[in-house]
């Protein structure tokens, strides 16, 4: 089974940027089509961005043009390069393969404040 860890979230002015890293204990996450998502308290967990094994994105509309993902395969990582953050960014985000396969791990917390 893979362990993902997730980490870099923190809190973050409006308009501010965080970048998120995720690890995955395995290589074999590396064939996979992995994603970022996130929960906000009392909703849903949703998705926020997916990439390929070959490195195709796409990006979720509320967060577009704002939000990039990208994936190191010989480090086995996928990152969240979030800028021009919004109050509504605010939620435990998480990483895992889309479709979900794996175990959800610990997630990392951003929030969005002044």
């Known amino acids: 089974q893979v362990q993902l860890v997730e980490s870099g979230g923190g809190l973050v002015q409006p308009g501010g940027s965080l970048r998120l890293t995720c690890v995955g204990s395995?290589?074999?996450?590396?064939?996979?089509?992995m994603a970022w998502y996130r929960q906000a308290p009392g909703k849903q967990r949703e998705l926020v961005a997916t990439?390929?094994?070959?490195?195709?994105?796409n990006i979720g509309d509320s967060v577009k043009g704002r939000f990039t993902i990208s994936r190191d395969n010989a480090k086995n990582t996928v990152s969240l390069q979030m800028n021009i953050v919004k109050p509504e960014d605010t939620a435990a985000y998480y990483c895992?393969?889309?479709?979900?396969?794996?175990?959800w791990g610990q997630g990392t917390q951003v929030t969005v404040s002044s």
């Open positions: 895992n393969t889309h479709p979900v396969f794996y175990s």
């Open positions: 395995k290589s074999s996450s590396r064939a996979s089509t």
């Open positions: 990439i390929t094994p070959d490195g195709r994105s």
